[in-house]
């Protein structure tokens, strides 16, 4: 049923409605409009928006585009009528400063609208609470907090990168039952380990993340394409850790013509070693990111500033071992996706190396938030504990 032509009534006995209730309802619709924005909005968040009158939605809108009008504006350039009697709902608290657009608390009072509800606070720190005040100020009856724990999920990459300046970290691992991402001799091997019903929901997340990131051994083994094939949604960026520069730059990866964001992240040291490989690369379209170094290793907290200053919000970690270890030891894991598909290896390669540097009172620990069955695997997601 369509809420935006129904009355409240019809949606709900009259007898079990609370205002609570009716605000859930429609602040539901505010995230169904804001995943809309997913992939395109990045950094910013996801925001959706709605205004109601009487129980019935009058017009309706969403962030579409980084750069583009806000939810409240789009909501709002819809609808010429009066606003006496309405309430607005959005997701994240209005903006109550000039970006690239102008600031969505003025245009909520421009329009005399009585009564906003919100999910969240923004943490962003030119709003954080400065857009509630001033509607409160001019006399705007706000309540904030509505399924505010769903509105924080749904914009967990945007909260990350406010908080820290870098970007939301999921790492993806699909390996078999023993725990190996690989099996010993790869040439008898099947090219996936896990069902088609994985790998699609491997693409759907690609679609949602701002950037991929594999490993140069990853790279030159299996020449993976790293887009999205089997759902409908836009390519990710690419982004390749590889500290000794040992990409050909003949990969398709690197195809002749670029279609998508390219950054290698590469050591200072072989950059230096390898400047011709370096022009080759830069001429086809890639950005060569150089980092200082240990052991030929790249910081990640410096790589993942550099990152979030060229707008990658979310990055989605698909291989291989050495680069799981690598974001496992850095503790830079805000979710872990394993996929388990219903196969022994016996001799292969494992997610993590041996040599994972952590004591065991000091383990990186993370807590279960879901398990289901997936085709004929089993994907175990986790949460930073």
Excluded: W
Excluded at 368 to 376: E, L, R, Y
């Amino acid at each position: 049923m369509d809420v935006s032509s129904c009355p409240l009534f019809l949606l709900l006995d009259r007898r079990r409605v609370t205002s609570n209730s009716v605000h859930e309802i429609f602040m539901r619709e505010c995230f169904k409009l804001a995943r809309r924005g997913t992939g395109f909005v990045s950094p910013n968040p996801m925001v959706g928006c709605v205004l109601v009158r009487g129980g019935k939605i009058l017009a309706s809108g969403y962030h579409r585009r980084f750069g583009n009008a806000h939810a409240e504006v789009e909501c709002l350039r819809t609808y010429r009528g009066n606003t006496h009697g309405t309430t607005l709902y959005v997701n994240l608290e209005p903006c109550v400063h000039q970006g690239k657009t102008p600031p969505c608390v003025d245009l909520i009072l421009q329009r005399g609208i009585p009564n906003v509800v919100i999910a969240t606070r923004d943490v962003n720190p030119l709003v954080a609470g400065k857009g509630i005040s001033r509607l409160r100020t001019a006399g705007v009856d706000v309540k904030v907090g509505v399924l505010e724990r769903e509105a924080r999920e749904l914009n967990r990459f945007f909260f990350k990168h406010m908080r820290t300046r870098m970007p939301y970290v999921h790492v993806k691992i699909a390996q078999t039952l023993d725990g190996k991402i690989a099996p010993a001799r790869k040439r008898s091997a099947p090219r996936y380990l896990t069902s088609p019903d994985s790998l699609k929901l491997v693409h759907i997340s690609r679609a949602e993340y701002d950037a991929v990131l594999v490993g140069a051994g990853t790279i030159i083994e299996d020449d993976p394409q790293l887009n999205v094939r089997l759902v409908k949604g836009r390519d990710p960026a690419v982004i390749i850790l590889d500290g000794r520069l040992r990409v050909s730059g003949k990969e398709k990866t690197f195809a002749a013509k670029i279609q998508r964001q390219v950054i290698l992240c590469t050591t200072a040291k072989a950059a230096s070693a390898h400047r011709r490989k370096v022009e080759s690369l830069r001429q086809k379209g890639v950005r060569v990111l150089e980092f200082a170094s240990r052991n030929s290793r790249i910081d990640l907290t410096t790589m993942l500033s550099s990152l979030y200053d060229l707008r990658i919000g979310s990055v989605l970690v698909e291989g291989g071992r050495d680069v799981f270890t690598q974001f496992a030891e850095a503790r830079m894991i805000d979710e872990m996706s394993i996929f388990v598909a219903p196969k022994v290896c016996g001799s292969g390669t494992p997610a993590f190396s041996d040599g994972v540097s952590f004591e065991l009172g000091e383990a990186f620990g993370f807590k279960t938030t879901a398990v289901q069955k997936i085709g004929d695997d089993t994907l175990i997601h986790f949460s930073k504990a």
